[in-house]
């Protein structure tokens, strides 16, 4: 059974950082791209970033780059969200999800991700 497990989130200022692990159990996480993705409340869930099976591409949606930072350790089969200069707007209930197709680019297209996480809420204060 298939297991995506996020982590990390939490209360901060404005301006601090948090770090948000995403593990995967029952799969090999080195096979999937992985994204992070958050919904605020009364918002549509949206994109915040990828990472490709193979890290050659990443990407971020253009609210935090410059901010944030994804990356993976695959001997830990865990992918990892660094964010910081955190923002009251960057409150949302953050997802990770798994996509097993072995793409060159990735993107944060929800349809193309099968394995979601439960989520962790981050709130940042102003």
């Known amino acids: 059974q298939v297991q995506m497990v996020e982590s990390g989130g939490g209360l901060v200022q404005a301006g601090g950082s948090l770090r948000l692990s995403c593990t995967a159990s029952?799969?090999?996480?080195?096979?999937?791209?992985v994204g992070w993705f958050r919904q605020a409340p009364g918002k549509e869930r949206e994109g915040v970033s990828c990472i490709t099976w193979s890290s050659s591409s990443r990407y971020y949606t253009d609210s935090v780059k410059g901010r944030f930072t994804i990356s993976r350790d695959n001997a830990k089969n865990t992918v990892y969200l660094q964010m910081n200069s955190l923002k009251p707007e960057d409150t949302a209930m953050y997802y990770c999800?798994?996509?097993?197709?072995?793409?060159?680019?990735?993107?944060?297209?929800?349809?193309?991700?099968?394995?979601w996480g439960q989520g962790t809420q981050v709130t940042v204060s102003s």
């Open positions: 029952g799969l090999t996480i080195d096979d999937y791209t």
């Open positions: 999800a798994a996509d097993s197709a072995r793409r060159v680019v990735c993107e944060t297209v929800q349809a193309e991700y099968s394995y």
